[in-house]
């Protein structure tokens, strides 16, 4: 399975979405330390490190937001928040007379009277990233298949393919200014960068486990469309496939098509039989083990899937596996699982 690599998930761990690390209970060193800044890890716009843009709206007085936007702006901010204070960017949004200028105008102004440290690198598309998921976002956007940056982006083919023809990047604002990228692909790829870190934490964890005869895999990141092509091209023997919820055009014509998307039980219950197969004698620490199982059981939350479920036998006939992988077609989410056998 392609996977990103150990200097993406160098970036940092995360207490991220469903998962909390402990450092003491880790027993990991190096790579799988626990960073000082984690990553976002919920569906916000904006991130932890910039909150700090929200406290200057909040709370700075008429003359200090009149000071860096037009009169009637800061007279709107005003009266809004007297109401109720402001919770994200989105909410700043529904003001009159705000919009991507404005948002800028509020970061410089932030910045000015130290409610914005380095950490917060800027607001994109109407995000506010922080350094940790600048580089996140780069690493993966650098790094990933075809096949996943276009799941990421369903609605934004120009956009993805915009991406793949000028990479690499080096920050968060060239992938911004990308042609056909705007804040909901912006969004999505930011999600798709951060939110699942203690899930791939434990992925990389279980990359460095001894395999045996019987083993089993488990991905993230991964071009299901290029694997499944491979292995099937590869085979020895015509293999049952089953497929749910896919475009028609992008699997085998040979495969048979079931009408109920996966729910997260069924997930859940083909990753729990992969990671028996991969650390059959325990030996990733249990703590990184439950983050990145509650992490994975709370993105899944809500989700029904598409994917397809294969299996396959290696020329002559010695070895073989099985393959299932789980998409959400509307953001790109995805994991796969392949359990594997040796004669």
Partial sequence: MTRLGSAVLAVSLLTGCGGVIDEADSGVSGPLEVAAAPLT???VDVAPECLGLLDFVNGVNYATLDYYLPSNVASALIARRTTRPFVSIADLLTVSGMGEARLKQLEGG?????????????IFDALAVSADDEAAIVALVNSISSTELH??????WNGAETLLNTRPFTNVLGISNASGIGPVSLRHIRNAATLSRPLEVLISA?????????RGYIARHFDWWNEMRTLLAWSSRERPITCFGLNPDRVPYTASWRANL???EE???????AYARADPHTQVPPAIKAAGRNNLAALLQGRLLSGCIYSYMDYPGWS???VAFFLDTADGFAVSTRTTWTE
């Fill in 206 to 214: 279980l990359e460095t486990v001894p395999k045996e005869d019987y």
């Fill in 262 to 264: 996966a729910t997260p």
């Fill in 41 to 43: 890890s919920t569906d």
């Fill in 110 to 122: 932030a910045r000015a009277e130290f409610y914005l440290k380095p950490h917060c690198v800027g």
């Fill in 267 to 273: 997930v859940l219950g083909w990753f729990d039989n």
């Fill in 151 to 156: 799941d990421i982006l369903p609605d934004a």
């Fill in 320 to 322: 073989g596996g099985t």
